[in-house]
């Protein structure tokens, strides 16, 4: 897929964060040209990583995030008339100007207290799949939040022009769709609701609290849920928003709490490098929701809401053989379970335990609680690459490409590697020692000429340029 913010060296091609300065006077001009007016402001959310815990956050379970220095660009004007106009300058993405009227997603969004899934607001167009529908959500989204929050309430007539550029690959499981909703929330609450206008834009920075941030996290994700029709768990929004530089976020999806944890330990001459296979993947197509639909009637066989629920609360590997002995039981006289097949469901349940026991593991790894470990890069690079196995055997969500690259990475003296994200497509992360990057790179360009390589290096939240 073409990409703007390629760079290519002798042995590999790389994207570039760029230098944020100059996207944004670059943004800013584009933005005079397109609309025939000034910008006033820019503002972006980063992409993300993940060490493990994935296919987990709808589970309640522990994710270990990591804020990239890619991410999107949004540059937006206040409009008064309830329009929204909008464009990509991403070329995979761009097809002119989308134009949603506010009004008509309005009279049919559900109040904050009571979503209900039937009164979901109208899709503004016939395709749900549009980049744009994830911007309007954000904005019905915001609305909503407003009803509740006052500091939150969007100004009557409240539109906006936008414009936006990305330095992530798009689909590329870095997160690239929170990142967008997170940057264009961003905007919106700068330009339209009465935080933002009691504060100018780097005082916005300042201004907005954790609680806030956290508010702003859940609204992106009823966009996304709600609106677009995704089956996002949160942990995305939550570390677009949420992220502290030079930091991992051990996020607890019981409660959504967070504790940011530092990654120096690991990083000490290492690196992650984040390969994007260049397959494209997309959550809204079906098959993201079909694991986790697995997942959830293993869940309610065994009576839990929260598969984290069937965990205590620091648990091991026993507890899981536990659980999984608990399911055959039950399941022992049943042909299906809601139409599903049991030995899938058996499997995406081990794939979500065990990746809960691995975040639990990572966690006291990195909060320091796990005294006596000795070499923690390689025990990180080991929980890598289990929870790459989980995906491939037992959520069953990788694919050939994603496989290649963590064997490869693994043969070129990796410390691990695995895929991150929804899987289908994506990014594997690989955690390996600057001097073996070099001859590995030249492995991925024999693998697949579309193999890009982003530098993860743990980088702030969504902010205001
Ligand atoms: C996508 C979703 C997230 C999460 C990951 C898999 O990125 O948006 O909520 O479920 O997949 O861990």
């Not at 397109?34 to 993300?48: D, I, M, N, V």
């Not at 026991?357 to 289990?386: N, P, W």
């Not at 690989?430 to 360009?445: C, D, G, N, Q, Y």
Request: hydrophobic residues 45%; negative net charge.
């Amino acid at each position: 897929m073409a990409q703007w913010n390629i760079v290519r060296t002798s042995d590999a091609v790389w994207l570039a964060p760029g230098e944020p300065r100059e996207i944004e006077s670059d943004l800013v001009s584009r933005f005079q040209e397109e609309y025939g007016r000034a910008a006033s402001g820019t503002w972006f959310a980063p992409g993300r990583a993940n060490l493990n815990g994935e296919h987990i956050d709808f589970h309640a379970g522990r994710c270990l995030p990591l804020a990239l220095a890619h991410g999107t660009y949004v540059a937006a004007a206040p409009r008064t008339d309830s329009q929204l106009r909008m464009r990509t300058l991403d070329a995979s993405l761009d097809d002119g100007v989308s134009t949603v009227a506010l009004d008509q997603i309005g009279p049919a969004a559900p109040h904050a207290e009571s979503p209900d899934p039937s009164e979901v607001a109208e899709l503004p167009t016939g395709d749900a799949e549009h980049w744009s529908h994830y911007v309007t959500g954000v904005l019905w989204a915001l609305r909503e939040l407003g009803r509740t929050q006052p500091e939150f309430q969007l100004e009557a007539g409240f539109g906006a022009d936008i414009l936006v550029i990305s330095t992530l690959p798009i689909g590329g499981g870095l997160s690239s769709s929170a990142a967008l909703e997170c940057a264009a929330m961003m905007a919106f609450v700068a330009l339209g609701t009465p935080l933002g206008l009691q504060n100018p834009l780097q005082d916005l920075n300042a201004a907005l609290t954790r609680e806030n941030r956290k508010q702003l996290a859940a609204a992106c994700v009823r966009a996304e849920v709600e609106f677009v029709g995704a089956g996002t768990g949160g942990l995305d929004q939550t570390i677009a928003m949420r992220a502290r530089p030079g930091k991992v976020l051990s996020l607890d999806c019981r409660d959504f709490t967070v504790q940011p944890l530092d990654i120096g330990c690991i990083l000490r001459g290492y690196r992650l490098i984040a390969v994007d296979t260049g397959e494209a993947h997309r959550l809204a197509d079906g098959k993201f929701g079909d694991r986790r639909a697995d997942a959830e009637a293993a869940a309610h066989l065994l009576g839990f809401t929260r598969l984290r629920d069937a965990l205590p609360e620091k648990p091991r590997k026993a507890d899981v053989t536990h659980v999984l002995e608990e399911f055959d039981r039950l399941a022992e006289q049943l042909e299906s379970l809601d139409g599903r097949s049991i030995p899938a469901c058996r499997r995406r349940l081990r794939h979500a335990l065990t990746e809960m026991v691995r975040s639990e593991k990572l966690h006291h790894l990195l909060s320091g609680e796990a005294y006596g470990v000795r070499h923690v890069t390689s025990t990180v690079g080991d929980i890598l690459t289990a929870g790459h196995m989980s995906m491939r055997d037992d959520a069953e969500v990788s694919f050939e490409v994603a496989d290649l690259i963590v064997e490869t990475a693994l043969a070129h003296g990796a410390e691990g590697a695995r895929l991150i994200g929804g899987g289908f497509g994506g990014s594997v992360l690989v955690l390996i020692s600057p001097a073996a990057i070099p001859r590995l790179s030249a492995a991925f360009e024999r693998i697949s000429r579309n193999i890009r390589l982003l530098d993860v290096v743990p980088s702030a939240a969504a902010h205001a340029l």
